[in-house]
Protein backbone atom coordinates (compact mmCIF):
# COMPACT_ATOMS: atom_id res chain seq x y z
CA UNK A 1 0.00 0.00 0.00
CA UNK A 2 1.61 3.33 -0.77
CA UNK A 3 -0.67 6.57 -1.00
CA UNK A 4 1.08 10.06 -0.85
CA UNK A 5 -0.72 13.88 -0.03
CA UNK A 6 0.67 16.41 -1.36
CA UNK A 7 -0.39 19.64 0.92
CA UNK A 8 -0.08 22.86 0.54
CA UNK A 9 1.56 24.23 3.73
CA UNK A 10 1.35 28.07 3.30
CA UNK A 11 -1.34 30.19 1.65
CA UNK A 12 -1.27 28.19 -1.33
CA UNK A 13 0.77 28.47 -4.78
CA UNK A 14 3.74 26.53 -2.85
CA UNK A 15 4.56 25.02 -6.03
CA UNK A 16 2.54 22.00 -5.72
CA UNK A 17 1.73 21.55 -8.89
CA UNK A 18 5.38 20.90 -9.91
CA UNK A 19 5.69 18.72 -7.27
CA UNK A 20 2.84 16.52 -7.86
CA UNK A 21 4.06 15.85 -12.37
CA UNK A 22 7.40 14.85 -10.71
CA UNK A 23 6.16 12.43 -8.24
CA UNK A 24 3.43 11.12 -10.82
CA UNK A 25 6.66 10.06 -12.83
CA UNK A 26 6.54 7.31 -9.95
CA UNK A 27 2.94 7.35 -9.40
CA UNK A 28 -0.58 4.92 -11.17
CA UNK A 29 -3.02 7.72 -10.20
CA UNK A 30 -3.27 11.12 -9.60
CA UNK A 31 -6.25 12.71 -7.59
CA UNK A 32 -7.88 15.74 -6.66
CA UNK A 33 -10.02 16.00 -4.21
CA UNK A 34 -11.05 19.28 -2.83
CA UNK A 35 -11.33 23.13 -4.41
CA UNK A 36 -11.97 24.03 -8.23
CA UNK A 37 -10.06 26.37 -10.64
CA UNK A 38 -9.59 28.85 -7.78
CA UNK A 39 -6.60 26.51 -8.53
CA UNK A 40 -3.96 27.15 -10.43
CA UNK A 41 -1.16 24.69 -10.50
CA UNK A 42 2.29 25.55 -13.26
CA UNK A 43 4.39 22.53 -14.75
CA UNK A 44 7.28 22.94 -16.96
CA UNK A 45 9.09 20.67 -18.87
CA UNK A 46 10.67 19.69 -22.25
CA UNK A 47 10.46 23.58 -22.63
CA UNK A 48 6.50 23.78 -21.93
CA UNK A 49 4.72 25.70 -19.64
CA UNK A 50 1.25 24.73 -18.70
CA UNK A 51 -1.03 25.75 -15.95
CA UNK A 52 -3.53 23.76 -14.71
CA UNK A 53 -6.90 24.29 -13.04
CA UNK A 54 -9.35 22.02 -12.24
CA UNK A 55 -6.94 19.10 -14.12
CA UNK A 56 -5.03 16.88 -12.00
CA UNK A 57 -1.46 17.28 -12.88
CA UNK A 58 -0.90 13.73 -13.79
CA UNK A 59 -2.41 14.32 -16.99
CA UNK A 60 0.56 13.93 -19.28
CA UNK A 61 1.07 10.59 -18.22
CA UNK A 62 -0.88 8.36 -20.68
CA UNK A 63 -0.11 5.42 -18.08
CA UNK A 64 -1.56 7.54 -15.09
CA UNK A 65 -5.59 7.34 -14.11
CA UNK A 66 -6.35 11.26 -13.17
CA UNK A 67 -9.06 11.60 -10.68
CA UNK A 68 -11.48 14.28 -10.09
CA UNK A 69 -12.89 13.36 -6.57
CA UNK A 70 -15.68 13.86 -5.08
CA UNK A 71 -14.77 17.06 -2.55
CA UNK A 72 -14.40 19.28 -5.98
CA UNK A 73 -16.56 21.33 -6.88
CA UNK A 74 -15.95 21.51 -10.81
CA UNK A 75 -16.92 24.47 -13.66
CA UNK A 76 -17.73 22.14 -16.89
CA UNK A 77 -17.21 24.91 -18.99
CA UNK A 78 -13.88 25.71 -17.56
CA UNK A 79 -12.92 22.62 -17.49
CA UNK A 80 -14.08 21.12 -20.78
CA UNK A 81 -11.90 24.18 -22.07
CA UNK A 82 -8.97 22.96 -20.19
CA UNK A 83 -8.95 19.87 -21.51
CA UNK A 84 -9.54 20.83 -25.31
CA UNK A 85 -6.23 23.45 -24.23
CA UNK A 86 -4.08 20.71 -23.27
CA UNK A 87 -5.80 18.54 -26.93
CA UNK A 88 -4.54 21.33 -28.59
CA UNK A 89 -0.93 21.03 -27.26
CA UNK A 90 -0.71 17.44 -27.82
CA UNK A 91 -1.96 16.18 -24.60
CA UNK A 92 -4.34 13.39 -25.99
CA UNK A 93 -3.37 10.27 -24.64
CA UNK A 94 -4.88 10.85 -20.99
CA UNK A 95 -7.10 8.68 -18.63
CA UNK A 96 -9.30 10.98 -16.68
CA UNK A 97 -12.40 9.89 -13.92
CA UNK A 98 -14.52 12.35 -12.62
CA UNK A 99 -16.66 11.70 -9.74
CA UNK A 100 -20.64 11.39 -9.76
CA UNK A 101 -20.72 12.96 -6.82
CA UNK A 102 -18.40 16.27 -7.17
CA UNK A 103 -20.43 19.70 -7.45
CA UNK A 104 -20.93 21.47 -10.59
CA UNK A 105 -19.96 25.38 -10.19
CA UNK A 106 -22.79 27.07 -11.99
CA UNK A 107 -22.92 30.51 -13.86
CA UNK A 108 -24.98 32.14 -10.85
CA UNK A 109 -21.96 31.28 -8.64
CA UNK A 110 -19.71 32.92 -10.27
CA UNK A 111 -21.90 36.14 -10.31
CA UNK A 112 -22.90 35.71 -6.78
CA UNK A 113 -18.94 35.49 -5.62
CA UNK A 114 -18.41 38.66 -7.42
CA UNK A 115 -21.59 40.71 -5.88
CA UNK A 116 -20.95 39.24 -2.07
CA UNK A 117 -16.74 40.54 -3.06
CA UNK A 118 -18.69 44.09 -4.00
CA UNK A 119 -20.53 44.13 -1.33
CA UNK A 120 -17.83 43.74 1.26
CA UNK A 121 -16.05 46.50 0.14
CA UNK A 122 -12.69 47.00 2.12
CA UNK A 123 -13.65 44.16 4.19
CA UNK A 124 -13.77 41.74 0.71
CA UNK A 125 -11.93 37.97 0.65
CA UNK A 126 -10.22 39.18 -2.62
CA UNK A 127 -11.40 35.86 -3.89
CA UNK A 128 -10.36 34.25 -7.13
CA UNK A 129 -14.21 35.37 -8.57
CA UNK A 130 -14.98 31.96 -10.08
CA UNK A 131 -18.32 30.65 -7.50
CA UNK A 132 -16.55 28.69 -5.53
CA UNK A 133 -17.80 30.20 -1.83
CA UNK A 134 -20.91 30.21 -3.35
CA UNK A 135 -20.96 26.62 -4.68
CA UNK A 136 -19.75 24.98 -1.75
CA UNK A 137 -22.26 26.94 0.45
CA UNK A 138 -25.19 25.52 -1.83
CA UNK A 139 -23.59 22.22 -1.59
CA UNK A 140 -23.78 22.76 2.36
CA UNK A 141 -27.48 23.97 2.22
CA UNK A 142 -28.48 21.12 0.37
CA UNK A 143 -29.21 22.96 -3.00
CA UNK A 144 -26.21 22.21 -4.83
CA UNK A 145 -26.06 20.54 -8.71
CA UNK A 146 -23.55 17.00 -8.27
CA UNK A 147 -21.71 15.76 -11.68
CA UNK A 148 -24.35 12.81 -11.78
CA UNK A 149 -27.39 15.24 -12.04
CA UNK A 150 -25.61 17.09 -15.22
CA UNK A 151 -25.01 13.82 -17.04
CA UNK A 152 -28.73 12.64 -16.62
CA UNK A 153 -30.91 15.31 -18.74
CA UNK A 154 -34.08 14.24 -16.92
CA UNK A 155 -32.26 14.30 -13.40
CA UNK A 156 -30.48 17.76 -14.31
CA UNK A 157 -33.65 19.18 -15.47
CA UNK A 158 -35.30 18.80 -12.09
CA UNK A 159 -32.74 19.95 -9.85
CA UNK A 160 -32.14 22.82 -11.82
CA UNK A 161 -35.34 24.07 -11.37
CA UNK A 162 -35.51 23.91 -7.82
CA UNK A 163 -32.36 25.35 -7.11
CA UNK A 164 -32.69 28.34 -9.78
CA UNK A 165 -36.14 29.15 -8.26
CA UNK A 166 -33.90 29.88 -4.82
CA UNK A 167 -30.81 31.29 -6.10
CA UNK A 168 -33.34 33.69 -8.57
CA UNK A 169 -34.84 34.98 -5.55
CA UNK A 170 -31.53 35.74 -3.88
CA UNK A 171 -30.07 37.28 -6.86
CA UNK A 172 -33.19 39.49 -7.31
CA UNK A 173 -32.94 40.16 -3.98
CA UNK A 174 -29.30 41.60 -4.20
CA UNK A 175 -30.24 43.83 -6.58
CA UNK A 176 -29.09 41.17 -9.48
CA UNK A 177 -30.26 40.15 -13.11
CA UNK A 178 -32.14 36.32 -12.52
CA UNK A 179 -30.94 33.53 -15.15
CA UNK A 180 -32.81 32.50 -17.64
CA UNK A 181 -33.82 28.41 -17.27
CA UNK A 182 -34.00 27.45 -20.75
CA UNK A 183 -30.95 29.47 -21.60
CA UNK A 184 -28.90 27.79 -18.74
CA UNK A 185 -30.42 24.22 -19.49
CA UNK A 186 -30.15 24.10 -22.44
CA UNK A 187 -26.05 25.03 -21.92
CA UNK A 188 -25.42 23.11 -19.53
CA UNK A 189 -26.73 19.83 -20.53
CA UNK A 190 -24.31 20.17 -23.54
CA UNK A 191 -21.51 20.17 -21.19
CA UNK A 192 -23.17 17.44 -19.11
CA UNK A 193 -23.04 15.09 -22.54
CA UNK A 194 -19.75 15.88 -23.28
CA UNK A 195 -18.14 14.94 -19.94
CA UNK A 196 -20.30 12.04 -19.73
CA UNK A 197 -17.58 9.90 -20.81
CA UNK A 198 -15.31 10.11 -17.94
CA UNK A 199 -17.79 10.23 -14.54
CA UNK A 200 -18.10 6.96 -12.38
CA UNK A 201 -18.03 6.59 -8.93
CA UNK A 202 -14.35 7.28 -8.12
CA UNK A 203 -14.45 6.32 -4.52
CA UNK A 204 -15.00 2.94 -5.98
CA UNK A 205 -12.13 2.66 -8.53
CA UNK A 206 -9.93 4.10 -5.50
CA UNK A 207 -10.42 1.51 -3.39
CA UNK A 208 -9.67 -0.71 -6.32
CA UNK A 209 -6.57 1.05 -6.78
CA UNK A 210 -5.21 1.22 -3.46
CA UNK A 211 -6.07 -2.14 -2.78
CA UNK A 212 -3.97 -3.55 -5.99
CA UNK A 213 -1.40 -2.02 -4.65
CA UNK A 214 -1.30 1.14 -6.70
CA UNK A 215 0.91 4.27 -6.16
CA UNK A 216 -1.80 6.74 -5.36
CA UNK A 217 -0.73 10.55 -5.35
CA UNK A 218 -3.18 12.73 -3.65
CA UNK A 219 -2.74 16.49 -5.29
CA UNK A 220 -4.15 19.21 -2.95
CA UNK A 221 -5.36 22.53 -3.82
CA UNK A 222 -4.72 25.69 -2.33
CA UNK A 223 -3.05 25.79 1.79
CA UNK A 224 -3.74 24.60 5.00
CA UNK A 225 -3.99 28.28 6.04
CA UNK A 226 -6.59 28.87 3.90
CA UNK A 227 -8.58 25.95 4.77
CA UNK A 228 -12.00 26.76 5.93
CA UNK A 229 -12.00 25.47 9.86
CA UNK A 230 -8.14 25.75 10.60
CA UNK A 231 -7.30 28.64 8.04
CA UNK A 232 -7.13 32.39 8.98
CA UNK A 233 -10.76 33.09 8.72
CA UNK A 234 -12.93 34.00 7.30
CA UNK A 235 -9.99 34.81 5.09
CA UNK A 236 -9.85 31.35 3.59
CA UNK A 237 -11.25 29.36 0.72
CA UNK A 238 -14.31 27.22 0.94
CA UNK A 239 -12.72 23.87 1.32
CA UNK A 240 -10.42 21.87 3.42
CA UNK A 241 -6.73 21.59 1.73
CA UNK A 242 -5.60 19.80 4.61
CA UNK A 243 -4.77 16.18 4.91
CA UNK A 244 -7.43 14.86 7.56
CA UNK A 245 -9.75 16.32 4.29
CA UNK A 246 -8.35 14.04 2.05
CA UNK A 247 -10.25 10.86 2.85
CA UNK A 248 -13.44 12.24 3.13
CA UNK A 249 -13.05 14.45 -0.38
CA UNK A 250 -11.84 11.23 -2.18
CA UNK A 251 -13.96 8.52 -0.43
CA UNK A 252 -11.55 6.72 0.60
CA UNK A 253 -11.05 5.01 3.80
CA UNK A 254 -8.52 7.04 6.36
CA UNK A 255 -6.39 3.99 7.04
CA UNK A 256 -5.18 4.54 3.56
CA UNK A 257 -3.65 7.43 4.22
CA UNK A 258 0.34 7.01 5.19
CA UNK A 259 2.67 9.84 4.10
CA UNK A 260 1.83 13.86 3.91
CA UNK A 261 4.33 15.81 2.08
CA UNK A 262 4.07 19.69 3.00
CA UNK A 263 5.08 21.93 0.09
CA UNK A 264 6.55 25.21 1.36
CA UNK A 265 8.36 27.71 -0.37
CA UNK A 266 11.59 29.11 0.94
CA UNK A 267 9.62 32.18 1.99
CA UNK A 268 6.19 33.01 2.22
CA UNK A 269 3.19 34.48 -0.06
CA UNK A 270 -0.24 35.16 -0.20
CA UNK A 271 -2.72 36.40 -2.85
CA UNK A 272 -6.27 38.32 -1.27
CA UNK A 273 -6.25 39.44 2.02
CA UNK A 274 -6.32 38.67 5.16
CA UNK A 275 -3.35 38.38 7.80
CA UNK A 276 -0.01 37.89 6.96
CA UNK A 277 2.66 38.33 10.05
CA UNK A 278 5.87 38.38 8.02
CA UNK A 279 4.70 40.41 4.73
CA UNK A 280 7.61 42.66 3.69
CA UNK A 281 7.12 45.76 1.68
CA UNK A 282 9.61 47.87 -0.52
CA UNK A 283 12.55 46.97 -2.29
CA UNK A 284 12.90 43.53 -0.39
CA UNK A 285 9.41 42.60 -1.52
CA UNK A 286 10.40 43.75 -4.98
CA UNK A 287 13.62 41.70 -5.30
CA UNK A 288 11.39 38.54 -4.11
CA UNK A 289 8.61 39.09 -6.03
CA UNK A 290 10.25 39.80 -9.63
CA UNK A 291 12.72 36.86 -8.98
CA UNK A 292 9.89 34.45 -8.00
CA UNK A 293 7.65 35.65 -10.71
CA UNK A 294 5.23 36.03 -7.95
CA UNK A 295 2.32 36.79 -10.04
CA UNK A 296 -1.12 34.77 -9.57
CA UNK A 297 -1.54 32.03 -12.08
CA UNK A 298 -5.14 32.15 -11.97
CA UNK A 299 -6.26 36.28 -11.39
CA UNK A 300 -2.23 37.10 -11.96
CA UNK A 301 -2.44 39.44 -9.13
CA UNK A 302 1.08 40.35 -7.74
CA UNK A 303 1.49 38.34 -4.76
CA UNK A 304 2.46 39.73 -1.16
CA UNK A 305 5.31 38.28 -0.30
CA UNK A 306 7.32 37.68 3.12
CA UNK A 307 9.78 35.96 4.97
CA UNK A 308 9.55 32.08 5.84
CA UNK A 309 7.06 31.76 9.07
CA UNK A 310 7.55 28.43 11.19
CA UNK A 311 4.45 29.29 13.10
CA UNK A 312 2.18 29.01 10.12
CA UNK A 313 4.18 26.03 8.94
CA UNK A 314 4.43 24.35 12.46
CA UNK A 315 0.50 25.16 12.84
CA UNK A 316 0.24 23.57 9.20
CA UNK A 317 2.35 20.89 9.96
CA UNK A 318 0.61 19.89 13.12
CA UNK A 319 -3.02 20.47 11.52
CA UNK A 320 -2.54 18.48 8.50
CA UNK A 321 0.09 15.52 10.11
CA UNK A 322 3.04 16.51 7.53
CA UNK A 323 5.79 14.60 7.72
CA UNK A 324 7.98 15.35 5.32
CA UNK A 325 8.62 18.50 3.32
CA UNK A 326 9.33 19.87 0.12
CA UNK A 327 11.40 22.98 -0.14
CA UNK A 328 10.26 25.24 -3.03
CA UNK A 329 11.63 28.29 -4.68
CA UNK A 330 14.94 28.09 -3.33
CA UNK A 331 16.80 29.76 -5.72
CA UNK A 332 14.89 32.43 -5.17
CA UNK A 333 16.37 33.91 -1.83
CA UNK A 334 20.50 33.80 -3.78
CA UNK A 335 21.74 37.02 -3.76
CA UNK A 336 20.31 38.16 -0.31
CA UNK A 337 22.79 39.23 2.33
CA UNK A 338 21.00 38.46 5.33
CA UNK A 339 17.96 35.85 5.71
CA UNK A 340 14.85 35.58 8.32
CA UNK A 341 13.08 33.55 9.73
CA UNK A 342 9.90 33.80 11.88
CA UNK A 343 10.44 30.94 14.73
CA UNK A 344 7.51 32.50 16.74
CA UNK A 345 5.02 35.15 17.19
CA UNK A 346 4.70 37.92 20.15
CA UNK A 347 0.83 38.64 20.93
CA UNK A 348 0.03 41.58 23.49
CA UNK A 349 3.30 41.41 25.54
CA UNK A 350 3.04 37.16 25.46
CA UNK A 351 5.57 34.90 22.75
CA UNK A 352 3.29 32.50 21.29
CA UNK A 353 4.16 29.44 19.16
CA UNK A 354 1.02 28.98 17.59
CA UNK A 355 -2.16 31.05 14.80
CA UNK A 356 -4.61 32.17 17.17
CA UNK A 357 -8.03 31.41 16.09
CA UNK A 358 -9.47 35.53 15.77
CA UNK A 359 -8.78 37.57 13.36
CA UNK A 360 -7.89 39.93 16.01
CA UNK A 361 -5.54 38.22 17.73
CA UNK A 362 -3.57 37.17 14.42
CA UNK A 363 -3.80 40.89 13.39
CA UNK A 364 -2.03 41.66 16.97
CA UNK A 365 0.81 39.04 16.06
CA UNK A 366 4.14 40.43 15.65
CA UNK A 367 6.85 38.10 13.97
CA UNK A 368 10.01 37.35 16.25
CA UNK A 369 13.31 36.88 13.63
CA UNK A 370 15.58 34.69 13.87
CA UNK A 371 18.93 36.14 11.21
CA UNK A 372 21.00 34.02 9.22
CA UNK A 373 23.49 34.85 6.53
CA UNK A 374 22.50 34.63 3.07
CA UNK A 375 24.65 33.57 -0.03
CA UNK A 376 25.48 35.38 -3.43
CA UNK A 377 25.64 32.03 -5.77
CA UNK A 378 22.98 31.19 -8.60
CA UNK A 379 22.16 27.40 -7.56
CA UNK A 380 19.48 27.13 -10.46
CA UNK A 381 22.24 24.44 -11.61
CA UNK A 382 22.69 22.40 -8.30
CA UNK A 383 21.61 18.82 -8.64
CA UNK A 384 22.96 17.81 -4.78
CA UNK A 385 22.78 19.02 -0.95
CA UNK A 386 26.33 18.80 -1.05
CA UNK A 387 27.01 21.71 -4.09
CA UNK A 388 24.49 23.95 -2.37
CA UNK A 389 26.64 26.70 -0.71
CA UNK A 390 26.85 26.66 3.08
CA UNK A 391 24.51 28.83 3.89
CA UNK A 392 21.84 27.29 2.02
CA UNK A 393 23.17 24.53 3.28
CA UNK A 394 22.15 25.89 7.23
CA UNK A 395 19.11 27.65 5.69
CA UNK A 396 17.66 23.91 5.11
CA UNK A 397 18.54 22.51 8.39
CA UNK A 398 17.28 25.32 10.19
CA UNK A 399 13.60 24.68 8.62
CA UNK A 400 14.24 20.80 9.99
CA UNK A 401 15.01 22.06 13.13
CA UNK A 402 12.47 24.98 13.28
CA UNK A 403 10.00 22.28 12.04
CA UNK A 404 11.23 19.08 13.46
CA UNK A 405 10.70 17.52 10.01
CA UNK A 406 12.78 16.46 7.31
CA UNK A 407 13.11 18.00 3.81
CA UNK A 408 12.80 15.21 1.62
CA UNK A 409 13.64 17.65 -1.78
CA UNK A 410 14.30 21.04 -2.78
CA UNK A 411 13.73 23.14 -5.86
CA UNK A 412 15.92 25.27 -7.74
CA UNK A 413 13.63 26.62 -10.52
CA UNK A 414 10.34 25.74 -12.35
CA UNK A 415 11.29 23.07 -14.32
CA UNK A 416 10.96 19.42 -13.38
CA UNK A 417 14.42 18.58 -13.94
CA UNK A 418 15.31 21.32 -11.37
CA UNK A 419 14.40 19.24 -8.27
CA UNK A 420 16.88 17.45 -5.94
CA UNK A 421 14.81 14.73 -4.10
CA UNK A 422 17.10 13.62 -0.80
CA UNK A 423 15.31 10.61 -0.11
CA UNK A 424 12.92 7.73 -1.42
CA UNK A 425 9.60 8.64 0.50
CA UNK A 426 6.23 7.10 -1.65
P1 LIG B 1 0.79 25.68 -6.87
O1 LIG B 1 -0.51 26.40 -6.92
O2 LIG B 1 1.15 25.26 -5.48
O3 LIG B 1 0.89 24.54 -7.84
O4 LIG B 1 1.92 26.74 -7.29
P2 LIG B 1 1.82 27.76 -8.54
O5 LIG B 1 2.09 26.99 -9.77
O6 LIG B 1 0.60 28.57 -8.47
O7 LIG B 1 3.00 28.74 -8.17
C1 LIG B 1 4.32 28.29 -8.06
C2 LIG B 1 5.17 29.06 -9.09
O8 LIG B 1 6.53 28.85 -8.82
C3 LIG B 1 4.97 28.58 -10.51
O9 LIG B 1 5.12 29.66 -11.38
C4 LIG B 1 6.09 27.56 -10.71
O10 LIG B 1 6.48 27.42 -12.06
C5 LIG B 1 7.18 28.21 -9.92
N1 LIG B 1 8.15 27.32 -9.30
C6 LIG B 1 7.94 26.11 -8.72
N2 LIG B 1 9.07 25.68 -8.14
C7 LIG B 1 10.00 26.62 -8.36
C8 LIG B 1 11.37 26.76 -7.98
O11 LIG B 1 11.96 25.95 -7.29
N3 LIG B 1 12.00 27.91 -8.39
C9 LIG B 1 11.39 28.87 -9.12
N4 LIG B 1 12.09 29.94 -9.47
N5 LIG B 1 10.11 28.77 -9.49
C10 LIG B 1 9.42 27.67 -9.11
P1 LIG C 1 -3.46 26.98 -5.51
O1 LIG C 1 -4.03 25.58 -5.56
C1 LIG C 1 -3.43 30.89 -3.64
C2 LIG C 1 -7.23 32.41 -2.11
C3 LIG C 1 -7.81 33.61 -2.82
C4 LIG C 1 -8.53 34.26 -1.67
C5 LIG C 1 -9.09 33.08 -0.89
C6 LIG C 1 -10.52 32.73 -1.24
O2 LIG C 1 -3.03 27.49 -6.82
O3 LIG C 1 -2.43 27.07 -4.44
P2 LIG C 1 -11.66 31.54 -3.33
O4 LIG C 1 -11.71 31.93 -4.77
O5 LIG C 1 -11.08 30.19 -3.08
O6 LIG C 1 -12.97 31.72 -2.63
O7 LIG C 1 -10.68 32.63 -2.65
O8 LIG C 1 -8.25 31.99 -1.20
N1 LIG C 1 -6.94 31.25 -2.99
C7 LIG C 1 -5.70 30.90 -3.36
N2 LIG C 1 -4.51 31.51 -3.14
N3 LIG C 1 -3.48 29.74 -4.32
C8 LIG C 1 -4.66 29.10 -4.54
O9 LIG C 1 -4.73 27.87 -5.12
C9 LIG C 1 -5.84 29.71 -4.09
N4 LIG C 1 -7.15 29.38 -4.16
C10 LIG C 1 -7.79 30.33 -3.48
O10 LIG C 1 -6.80 34.41 -3.35
O11 LIG C 1 -7.61 34.91 -0.83
MG1 LIG D 1 -1.29 28.19 -7.63
Known sequence: MSTLVVVGS???????????????????????????????????????????????????????????ANGMVINPKQMLEELKGLEERGIKDYQLFISNRAHVVMPYHQELDGAYEQFKGDKKIGTTKRGIGPCYADKANRIGIRIGDLINPESFKLVLKDTLTIKNMELKMLGLEPFDFDKIYNEYVQYGQEIKKYVCDTSLLLEEEIEKGSKVLFEGAQGVMLCLDHGSYPYVTSSSPTGASVPLNAGVAPKYINNILGICKAY????????????????????????????????????????????????ARRISGINYLALMLFDVLSGLETLKICYAYEMDGKIINTVPATLEEYQNCKPLYIEMPGWEEDITNVTSFDELPLNAQNYIRKIEELTKTEIVLFSVGPDRKQTIKLKEFF
Not at 18 to 26: G, P, V, W
Request: proline share 5%; glycine share 14%; with cysteine.
Open 268 to 315: TTRVGEGPFPTELDGDLAHYIRERGHEYGTVTKRPRRVGYLDCVALNY
Open 10 to 68: QWGDEGKGKITDYMAQEADVVVRSQGGNNAGHTITFDGNKYALRSIPSGIFNPKIKNVM
